[in-house]
């Protein structure tokens, strides 16, 4: 935990994604040395979005530091609908994997919904199948989204009171958004969704005790929208290039403002990101205990 000079504590990912990784390498090691085959993961493609490439990458290398087998599956960014869902047809068919994940967002003209839809639920990892977001919406066990699911457990390392507070999500994305918003409700937090046409905003968010800001808008928040003491979760990511031509990685909330007024608040990189692939792992090793019918 790092605190800021007004004693603004800072929810680094890094521990808490550690100790999450952690637990889930020595239950693959007991696993291995008890005769079982390692997880399997399948991570399709689509495209080659810089981005993407980087995202994927880490997802990979998460992979093979805690013995989880991955499997990369490349296509062309014109590739056809009915190409993607037979690659996800027969993943859904293979015995040595446990979870699939589409990297998204797919090139424009493939209707993500539809292709996400053929994934089996039970190796959505992603949590993105219709499927697994009705569970979660009725608040039952399934596979829940990684960077929802994420947030939630950075709050719960840095035992961050959600009973009763007022949560604020804004941004209502099936990735991000309404997820995260129906965890919240589900730990009693009071929850408001806002969203691109939502009316006074910065008043809105100012009244919320834990902030959730996820909507993909560059700097949108700053100090004017925050109550003293808050909890603020940023979840943007942006790439953005100074006057000397250097590339940093910014959120959507002007953190070197609203850290002085914030009681938490994420820094990005480095907050909400390594959550989400330390829940790609977990999701993973959940599917495959699940497959394997380990209680
Ligand atoms: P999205 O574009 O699908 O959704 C954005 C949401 O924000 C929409 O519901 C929209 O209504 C709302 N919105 C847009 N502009 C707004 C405004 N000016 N005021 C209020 N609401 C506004 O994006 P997403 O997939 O939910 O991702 C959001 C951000 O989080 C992006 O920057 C994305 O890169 C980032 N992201 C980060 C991680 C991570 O691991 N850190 C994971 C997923 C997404």
Not at 45 to 57: F, I, Q, R, T, W
Not at 95 to 100: E, L, V
Not at 225 to 237: E, F, Q, S
Request: hydrophobic share 40%.
């Amino acid at each position: 935990m790092n605190t800021t000079d007004s004693k603004t504590i800072i929810l680094e990912g890094a521990p808490a994604a550690k100790s999450i990784v952690d637990d889930l390498s020595q239950k693959i090691k007991k696993y291995i040395a008890a005769g079982k085959r390692k997880p399997g993961l399948a991570v399709l493609l689509v495209g080659n979005d810089e981005a993407s490439e980087v995202y994927v990458k880490n997802k990979i290398l998460a992979c093979n530091e805690i013995g989880i087998h991955s499997h990369l599956q490349r296509f062309d960014s014109n590739a056809d609908k009915a190409k993607i869902i037979k690659a996800l047809s027969e993943l859904n068919s293979d015995d040595t994997i446990d979870g699939i994940l589409l990297q998204l967002p797919l090139p424009s003209h493939l209707p993500s919904e539809e292709i996400l839809s053929a994934i089996s639920p039970n190796k959505d990892v992603d949590g993105l199948h219709p499927y697994n977001l009705g569970l979660l919406f009725a608040a039952r066990i399934g596979l829940q989204p990684c960077t929802p699911k994420g947030i939630m457990a950075l709050l719960a390392y840095y035992q961050i009171p959600i009973k009763g507070k007022h949560a604020v999500v804004v941004g209502r994305s099936n990735l991000v958004g309404k997820p995260v918003a129906a965890m919240l409700l589900q730990k009693d937090a009071t929850v408001t969704i806002c969203h691109s046409r939502t009316v006074n905003l910065p008043a809105i968010c100012k009244e919320a005790d834990i902030l959730v800001v996820a909507a993909g808008q560059k700097q949108l928040v700053d100090k004017n929208w925050i109550k003293p003491g808050a909890c603020i979760i940023d979840v943007g990511i942006h790439r953005q290039t100074d006057s000397n031509s250097k590339t940093k990685i910014v959120g959507d909330v002007v953190f070197d403002e609203v850290k002085s007024i914030a009681g938490h608040i994420t820094p990005v990189p480095g907050g909400v990101g390594k959550m989400t692939v330390a829940m790609l792992m977990a999701n993973t090793v959940a599917a495959y205990e699940q497959h394997l019918g380990i209680q």
